[in-house]
């Protein structure tokens, strides 16, 4: 870690009781007609549609609407709504959801402007050739921290792995961060989402991009995240744990946009798309193994304890699992150990861009390894 460094994030934060409303104040400033980007059903029942649509109309703003975020999106449902977004001529688009829906958005941003563009030749670091749209974020979880990320992931099916499109320009100019919100987040997928923003924090202070301040931004997330997320779980109404662990979310999302991901992200990438483990879940099933073997270098033993305070980590985050009532071995989420080698292959592709974070490289073995830690 370098004491010179370099920090940018161009995101409006507005944090808490009302956060929702600044959208009345701000909308216009973002353009004159909004698409507004959901999952399926969660923000039509819950009503959060409808409160997101009086805002908008408050500010004077038109919108349209596309519905067709999914968990794990691929690159046909951002082609899909970049499509709706150049029919209905919106010219800023705002993500209300959870990291899907988000990074669906950002997908959309970066996509609409540059139709004659396939969406595969935006992957990677600042591959933009056109401006994107704005973009606003609404979480509803807490876990993605996609509110403040220059990052959207999406599924690239021909390849069988996650990709991102990197760019600053798609961060949020408006993160509207409504602890509320989450409050219908059962105890199950508040767990996984929680254990995303754990990874991030983690995985953050182990890239080569690390500095003082993400590391202090990833210390917090982390005290938050062990504080907040065992209660909650247990009680999925208590406010003030919401509020953390968005808080937690929110600062460890603030970390990874500077830092990026390491392995464990990228390991998880194979788990979600073999057999369909949640995201946050999937990126947390490595990490004993991960930390483990990092904790007894010199390069990274020192900064695992300082942010995370544990001197057995691998133990101490099964633990943590455990806890929560997650699965804490490949074995208990249903994996075969025969599929072993099929996913260390595939993470060798899933952890291109982790490894690059790291400055360090893996090989099929090491992977292997690894899974194979934490198979039982």
């Known amino acids: ?47 959060l ?52 829906a988000m990074d669906v958005a950002k997908g959309i941003a970066a996509a609409a402007p540059d139709p004659a563009r396939p969406i595969e030749e935006l992957f990677g670091y600042e591959q933009l050739r056109v401006r994107p749209l704005p973009v606003a974020a609404v979480p509803t979880t807490s876990g993605s921290g ?11 099916p021909a390849a069988r792995t996650k990709k991102t499109i990197s760019s600053a320009s798609i961060n949020p100019r408006l993160a509207l961060v409504q602890p509320e919100l989450t409050l219908t987040l059962p105890a199950d997928l508040t767990a996984e989402t929680g254990l995303d923003a754990f990874c991030h924090a983690v995985e953050g202070s ?80 490595a990490m004993p193994a991960i930390l483990d073997e990092l904790i007894v270098t010199d390069e990274y033993g020192p900064v695992i304890r300082e942010v995370t305070g544990w001197t057995e980590p691998g133990r101490q985050l099964r633990d943590f699992c455990g806890r929560l009532g997650r699965p804490a071995s490949l074995k208990a989420a249903g994996i075969g150990r025969s599929d072993l080698p099929k996913l260390a292959a595939e993470a060798v592709v899933g952890c291109q861009r982790a490894m690059q974070n790291m400055g360090r490289n893996f090989t099929e073995a090491d992977f292997l390894r690894f899974y194979e830690s934490v198979y039982d």
């Open 146 to 156: 996609s509110e403040v990320t220059r990052y959207a992931v999406i599924v690239d």
């Open 206 to 285: 182990l890239a080569a991009a690390r500095t003082p301040v993400s590391l202090a931004l990833a210390r917090e997330a982390v005290r938050l995240i062990t504080r907040h997320l065992p209660e909650l779980v247990r009680r999925p109404d208590d406010l003030a744990g919401r509020e953390g662990m968005s808080l937690a979310a929110l600062t460890a999302g603030m970390v990874i946009n500077q830092t990026g991901t390491i392995i464990g992200h990228g390991m998880g990438y194979p788990l979600t798309i073999n057999y369909g483990i949640q995201h946050g879940l999937a990126s947390v099933m």
């Open 1 to 47: 870690m370098s004491s010179r460094f370099y920090w940018y994030l161009p995101t409006e934060v507005f944090f808490g009781v009302s956060a929702l409303d600044v959208l009345s104040e701000k909308a216009a400033g973002l353009g004159r007609k909004a698409l507004l980007v959901t999952g399926r059903s969660f923000a039509a029942k819950s009503g």
């Open 49 to 100: 549609r409808t409160r997101i649509e009086e805002r908008l109309k408050a500010a004077g703003v038109a919108w349209a609407v596309f519905d067709g975020a999914i968990p794990d999106p691929e690159i046909g449902t951002v082609a899909a709504g970049a499509e709706v977004c150049r029919r209905e001529n919106c010219n800023f688009v705002i993500g209300a959801g959870g990291g899907s």
